[in-house]
């Protein structure tokens, strides 16, 4: 199984970007995904979840900016940022979680936003 993060980079404020979580074919229809980040010196958090039934929530400190989908020919989640803010700066994360206990995490992607 694997999870592999990509589209990350330096973004200016203000700017937008869309990260992909490929995730292999054998757990993608079963599993709930979620994204996280984590900063720098700081602890990593929760950003947002689709379930395998497709049903999304967002952390509210994100809502309207975050946006998570996925795209089922592709077995990708992707997380679509707008209006990027300086404090959105983090190693970004996917993780893939299946009812059968087992979680799988991928590399992260860093994400910089500065002018």
């Known amino acids: 199984v694997q999870l592999v993060e990509s589209g990350g980079g330096l973004v200016q404020p203000g700017g937008s970007l869309t990260l992909s979580c490929a995730i292999s074919?054998?757990?993608?229809?079963?599993?709930?995904v979620d994204w996280y980040r984590q900063p720098t010196g700081k602890q990593r958090e929760w950003v947002a979840r689709?379930?395998?039934?497709?049903?999304?929530t967002v952390t509210d400190s994100v809502k309207g900016r975050f946006t998570i989908s996925r795209d089922i020919a592709k077995n990708t989640v992707n997380l679509r940022i707008n209006n990027l803010k300086p404090e959105d700066t983090a190693v970004y994360y996917c993780?893939?979680?299946?009812?059968?206990?087992?979680?799988?995490w991928g590399q992260g992607t860093q994400v910089t936003v500065s002018s």
């Open positions: 689709i379930t395998s039934g497709g049903t999304t």
């Open positions: 074919e054998s757990i993608f229809s079963f599993a709930a």
């Open positions: 993780s893939a979680h299946l009812d059968s206990g087992y979680d799988y």
